[in-house]
T-cell receptor, first 112, second 113 residues
Framework: GQNIDQPTEMTATEGAIVQINCTYQ??????LFWYQQHAGEAPTFLSY????GLEEKGRFSSFLSRSKGYSYLLLKELQMKDSASYLC?????????????FGTGTQLKVEL | NAGVMQNPRHLVRRRGQEARLRCSPV?????VYWYRQLPEEGLKFMVY????????ESGMPKERFSAEFPKEGPSILRIQQVVRGDSAAYFC???????????FGPGTRLTVL
């Protein structure tokens, strides 16, 4: 089975940097994803890690350590529009499957 | 390019009725996934389909729920004899192949009265 933990809420200031952590216990690990979800909208893909290390994409970076079962999403130069829920998801490739198991999400509030 | 499309966006049903949720994947994507999001909870996997095949239905309730992805047309998630506990947002996602990133549709918000 899968177990994914991430903080429920975080608050940060516009222009600052925020790090959202995610820890997981899983079988059949085949990659970790971060999605952004604004209230009432679809989750939007942000980043993907399957190997250890840092992946950078503009203002967003994601890090993975498979041995520690740990990932983080780093958001730089925060903007008000970054206020959203950030979802950590682990892919299970067991038996040819491709399902994602999601954490409950971290609600980020960006303040002036 | 059109993304994943779902309809209806909002669906209201009375207890005991049937709900049919439709999902058209991104053009060229042959893998479809359904997830359910209950209020204040995370997205939960329900089923993974390829054209005409169910690959993984480990998250699907054993009764009242079924899914299909026919050779032609959209994927359908069908809920028979709905109950209030079925009220949730149902999201569909698609990918071009199995290990690829899943892209989500806008969801169908089902309300059971």
């Amino acid at each position: 089975g899968q177990n994914i933990d991430q903080p429920t809420e975080m608050t940060a200031t516009e222009g600052a940097i925020v790090q959202i952590n995610c820890t997981y216990q899983t079988s059949g690990f085949n990659g970790l994803f971060w999605y952004q979800q604004h209230a009432g909208e679809a989750p939007t893909f942000l980043s993907y890690n399957v190997l250890d290390g840092l992946e950078e994409k503009g203002r967003f970076s994601s890090f993975l350590s498979r041995s520690k079962g740990y990932s983080y999403l780093l958001l730089k130069e925060l903007q008000m529009k970054d206020s959203a829920s950030y979802l950590c998801a682990v892919r299970d490739g067991t038996g040819g499957g491709n399902k994602l198991t999601f954490g409950t999400g971290t609600q980020l509030k960006v303040e002036l | 390019n059109a993304g994943v499309m779902q309809n209806p966006r909002h669906l209201v049903r009375r207890r005991g009725q049937e709900a049919r949720l439709r999902c058209s994947p991104v053009k060229g994507h042959s893998h479809v996934y359904w997830y359910r999001q209950l209020p204040e909870e995370g997205l939960k996997f329900m089923v993974y389909l390829q054209k005409e095949n169910i690959i993984d239905e480990s998250g699907m309730p054993k009764e009242r729920f079924s899914a299909e992805f026919p050779k032609e047309g959209p994927s359908i998630l069908r809920i028979q004899q709905v109950v209030r506990g079925d009220s949730a947002a149902y999201f569909c996602a698609s990918s071009p192949s199995r290990p690829d990133t899943q892209y989500f549709g806008p969801g169908t918000r089902l309300t059971v009265l």
